[in-house]
């Protein structure tokens, strides 16, 4: 089990790690091993995600998530594939916690008198100008 949240929990078995060729380091290498590994993630098909969860990953992350419901998360920055297997891994529950967090909700606010004053003479002293432009151009 990968712990998300104290709360939250996805079986192992959830996700599939595919390998492929690297362009990162790792010189002559780079040509004869599959470094790169893409981690997916069926949000559609996983079961430890109630419909709200999908939901939300689904608009926070839509950047990530294909059309038919796979999140994926590639990484190539090390030489090893283990490297790569964790560094995605990592960050597959960075971006999963970070989407599902939910924020205090925004108290509306109001401009202050002051400011409306402010901005109301910033205004008027804008028209003023543009106003005697007008005068002196005719």
Do not use: C, W
Request: aromatic share 2%; glycine share 8%.
């Amino acid at each position: 089990m990968i712990r998300i949240t104290p709360q939250l929990e996805i079986a192992e078995g959830e996700l599939r790690f595919e390998s492929g060729p690297s362009s990162g380091p790792g010189g002559q290498n780079v040509n004869k091993v599959e470094t790169r590994i893409t981690l997916r993630f069926d949000l559609g098909a996983s079961a430890s995600l109630d419909e709200a969860q999908k939901g939300r990953l689904r608009e926070r992350l839509a950047t990530r998530i294909s059309k038919r419901g796979i999140l994926r998360v590639t990484s190539q920055r090390h030489r090893t594939r283990e490297a790569n297997r964790r560094a995605a891994l990592e960050r597959f529950v960075e971006l999963v916690a970070e989407a599902l967090h939910e924020g205090p909700p925004r108290r509306p606010t109001r401009p202050t008198r002051a400011a409306r004053k402010r901005r109301l003479d910033a205004k008027r002293r804008r028209g003023r100008l543009k106003a005697e432009r007008r005068e002196s151009a005719d």
